[in-house]
T-cell receptor
Framework: DQQVKQNSPSLSVQEGRISILNCDYTNSMFDYFLWYKKYPAEGPTFLISISSIKDKNEDGRFTVFLNKSAKHLSLHIVPSQPGDSAVYFCAASSIQGAQKLVFGQGTRLTINP | EAGVAQSPRYKIIEKRQSVAFWCNPISGHATLYWYQQILGQGPKLLIQFQNNGVVDDSQLPKDRFSAERLKGVDSTLKIQPAKLEDSAVYLC????????????FGSGTRLTVV
């Protein structure tokens, strides 16, 4: 039962353009969503999060959008930089984020110079 | 602030052998998690500790996996006997409170079972 899904295993974007990573979830109890970034041989690192009471959260070049009715969130990176090349995981939790994180399968983002 | 420490970084064992992983969380973090990440998949929670008590071990294969967190600080995860499908990266994470806030992962242990 995959409660958090990232349907694109990989994405390739030109440097300077916008990268859009997508995530869908099925559990309506999820109310806190996060994006993690993972480089090879390292653990995932927290990137940005959003609570279900908001529909947008912005931090520098990174913006996360949440569409609760569609059970969909997306991460926008603009402008994309070569250092953004990594695997990005979407994660969700419930009860105002107090429950365990459930992760998607990840999307490998490659930024081409 | 020191991060989450894990060892070893890599381990190769034959099937049916046993293996143990160690994790030292960030000082003061009461909640500790062990995740299994199989290649091409997202991390899957194996077990969650709150101090030295188990909060969630619903996805831990208890016939072969065991974990403990003595004194509510560092933790060990053991597999005995290992199977080929246990090949994965085992990630330890800690947080000051349960849930998604303040989650910090270690670098993981890559296990290969041959």
């Amino acid at each position: 039962d995959q409660q958090v899904k990232q349907n694109s295993p990989s994405l390739s974007v030109q440097e300077g353009r916008i990268s859009i990573l997508n995530c869908d979830y099925t559990n309506s109890m999820f109310d806190y969503f996060l994006w993690y970034k993972k480089y090879p041989a390292e653990g995932p690192t927290f990137l940005i999060s959003i609570s279900s009471i908001k529909d947008k959260n912005e931090d520098g070049r990174f913006t996360v959008f949440l569409n609760k009715s569609a059970k969909h969130l997306s991460l926008h990176i603009v402008p994309s930089q070569p250092g953004d090349s990594a695997v990005y995981f979407c994660a969700a939790s419930s009860i105002q984020g107090a429950q365990k994180l459930v992760f998607g399968q990840g999307t490998r983002l490659t930024i081409n110079p | 602030e020191a991060g989450v420490a894990q060892s070893p970084r890599y381990k190769i064992i034959e099937k049916r052998q046993s293996v143990a992983f160690w994790c030292n969380p960030i000082s003061g973090h009461a909640t500790l998690y062990w995740y299994q990440q199989i290649l091409g998949q997202g991390p899957k929670l194996l077990i969650q500790f709150q101090n030295n008590g188990v909060v969630d071990d619903s996805q831990l294969p208890k016939d072969r996996f065991s974990a403990e967190r003595l004194k509510g600080v560092d933790s060990t995860l053991k597999i005995q006997p290992a199977k080929l499908e246990d090949s994965a990266v085992y990630l330890c994470a800690s947080s000051p409170v349960p849930g998604g806030f303040g989650y910090t992962f270690g670098s993981g242990t890559r296990l290969t079972v041959v």
